[in-house]
């Protein structure tokens, strides 16, 4: 780990568990340098933040675009398409955008140069400010399906230095691995149930796999059962702060409102939080 | 045969409890857990596995050592940084085949790799076709497709009148997969501002589809002013308002349980409006 830089993702596997309230919460609370709304699909971040002067530019992915006057229609380019983007079938050749990985390789299989590659937006990038905490996210246009370069772009606008938090999409699946990758420290938020359990077993999975450190955040605290206690005494994972069940944070969030903006108690909490992730790290 | 989604953006507004209670009220349906990184509909209808098949994802490169010559073509042609070193790493490669047929020497392999299971199950309520992601797996889009093609295969066999589609969270490809060819959704949301923003984005998706949307507000209680703006945007974009389901302690407590809760305790607040909402849906979709 850099000494200069730290980058925390919050993640979660189950949907619904406080991400993005934890997220925020420490984000305001520690003073971050920067907050990285990874989930580009349904992004909320933005909606507690409240960013001013925020800019925005276009996301693009490369594309395959098949020249007809040069294509003979030999099928080379289908046939290699791992992700069936491409169809060919007498003398039609068609590109299924939404289904490009945009891994380039059509256009080095084809035999007569008919390929080439061109920019498609696929969703938009903001950038904002909010009581010092620079806030980047992105919106993934309607229809399409691959969210992972979207995450990337997000990720690139990441600061070299300083204390960046990241927030990471819910399930176990290639858009939560591109988002907590090359992150020094995960939080896992659940719920105390056989729900948020389920998911923070499969979501553990993937970070242990990643090899990177990570501790609990139970969000909820008083409801459901033991069995996320009891999971994470048996693998050894510390569970490191609870949120209690509480109607007034639940109200304030309906509002969008950060809770520690009302129930200022709360912010040594989160520093407290902070202080712990970096003794683990050291 | 009807198929109906149920959806939400948002994660954690309360689709599975929402589909699990159907299930129990249902009386000829097929369950379909289409959420299949973080599935959970399995611990409510506690399924029975009767049938396990392997999904294979997308390929993944190999290197051979031995007949790499190490001239960095792979790694100057992989736009997904999956190889270093002249390895490749298994968790960044997309199964693209670009190193594969560009490798001067023919050194790397492609191998097949096994991403997840499905399973066709029995519950007591009916069957019901699932599956598990490898954790960290791309491709859950393709699975949910295979959940979806197990599923409506077996509900014409058995002459379903009803497949109820648990869908996942977001907008992007798993959920796409889980609204292909289906007749209506249902989408939950709670009266949060994320809650409303996350809906507003699911209902273009299904707009985008042409798919009609039934609305099921959850936990209305906790914000009733919201949950009024709700209503009224339902109203004047004429989206079928199906059911308001109040904040209740009782869903946990079902949970807990491992049962649906219209079944654990059909008198809880939350479970009798369940009720009015599956009549509702019910008379909507015939």
Known sequence: MNTKSLKIAVASGKGGTGKTLVAVNLALSVGADQLLDCDVEEPNDHIFLKPSSTKSEPVELLVPVIDEEKCTYCRKCAEFCQYNALFVAGETAMVFNELCHSCGGCKLVCPENAITEHPRSIGELFTGEAKGIELVYAKMNIGEAIAVPIIAAVKEHAKEEGLVILDSPPGSACPVVESVMDTDYVIMVTEPTPFGLHDLEVATEVVKQLGIPLGVVVNFAGIGDRGVYEYCEKMGIPIIMEIPYDRRIAELY????????????????????????????? | MKQVTILSGKGGTGKTTITA????????????????DASNLHLLLNPEIKETNEFMGLNVAYIDPEKCIQCGKCIELCRFNAIEDYVVDPIHCEGCKTCV??????????NPRISGHAYISETKYGPMSHARLTPGMENSGKLVTQVRQ????????????????DGSPGIGCPVIASIANIDASVVVVEPTLSGIHDLKRALELLEHFEIKPMVVINKYDINEENSADL?????ENNIELLGKIPFDPTVTKAMVQRTPIVEFNPDSPAAKAIVETWKRFNNLLV
């Open chain 2, 231 to 235: 209503e009224k945007f339902c109203k």
């Open chain 1, 254 to 282: 309906s509002r969008g409102t950060s809770f520690t903006e009302e129930m200022t108690e709360w912010r040594p909490k989160f520093k407290q939080l902070l202080e712990r992730i970096k003794e683990t790290l050291q």
């Open chain 2, 21 to 36: 209670s159907f299930a129990a009220l249902s009386k000829n349906a097929l369950f379909a857990d289409c959420d299949v």
């Open chain 2, 150 to 165: 197990n599923a409506t295969k077996l509900a014409e066999e058995l002459e379903k009148d009803l497949v109820l589609v």
């Open chain 2, 101 to 110: 047929v560009n490798c001067p020497v023919e050194a790397i392999q492609f």
